[in-house]
């Protein structure tokens, strides 16, 4: 499977820290291929921290380089929106920090942009990149299915639950449940 190609548009806290946990192996399908800011100091110290990746002073440029198949928007959240709007016009997928913008008005707009422009759009949340909440949305999501299908679910220990299994329902949509 090939590598998702990301740039990062905003290297401030948000965007040094999701490119942190990229480099520390989190992600591991993801490569930071370029990354935006306008203030030179900031993108001084993330050319320091990877510098094969390619570096550029506005976030246009990098989004025309044809270097990113999705953008990880992490600048004021006043310009969340007109940055997403940028990556859609362009057919770029979006993940944006959190709030999605500060006006509604903007918020929707750039909503009805995401679905007309048919490229992957999320928010994102702190935890969504880590691999035990990763694991933790995997096992939710089978007991849901389970319980629906007419499955218990049943806690193992007295001292809360330390293991879940599921009885008496079928495979879920999700495949058998392990570990």
């Known amino acids: 499977m090939e590598k998702l190609r990301l740039g990062i548009i905003g290297m401030g806290n948000m965007g040094s820290g999701h490119l942190q946990n990229i480099l520390d192996g989190h992600c591991p399908n993801i490569t930071v291929t370029a ?4 203030n030179p100091e900031k993108r001084k110290r993330a050319k320091e921290k990877l510098s094969s990746a390619a570096c550029f002073d506005n976030a246009c440029a990098m989004l025309d380089s044809g270097l990113v198949d999705a953008a990880l928007v992490a600048v004021p959240h006043y310009d969340h929106p007109t940055c997403a709007l940028e990556c859609f016009k362009r057919g770029i997928h979006v993940i944006i920090e959190k709030p999605a913008g500060v006006y509604v008005r903007q918020v ?3 909503n009805e942009a995401a ?3 048919g490229v992957v759009f999320a928010t994102m949340f702190n935890q969504r990149t880590n691999p035990l909440f990763i694991r933790a949305k995997e096992m939710l999501n089978h007991f849901a299915d389970a319980i629906l299908n007419g499955g218990k679910l049943v806690a193992d220990g007295e001292e809360g639950i330390r293991s879940l299994s599921i009885s008496n329902a079928p495979t879920s949509r999700h495949g058998p449940m392990t570990g």
Do not use: G, N, T, V
């Open 35 to 38: 990354f935006a800011d306008i």
């Open 108 to 110: 929707r707009e750039m």
């Open 115 to 117: 679905k007309k422009s």
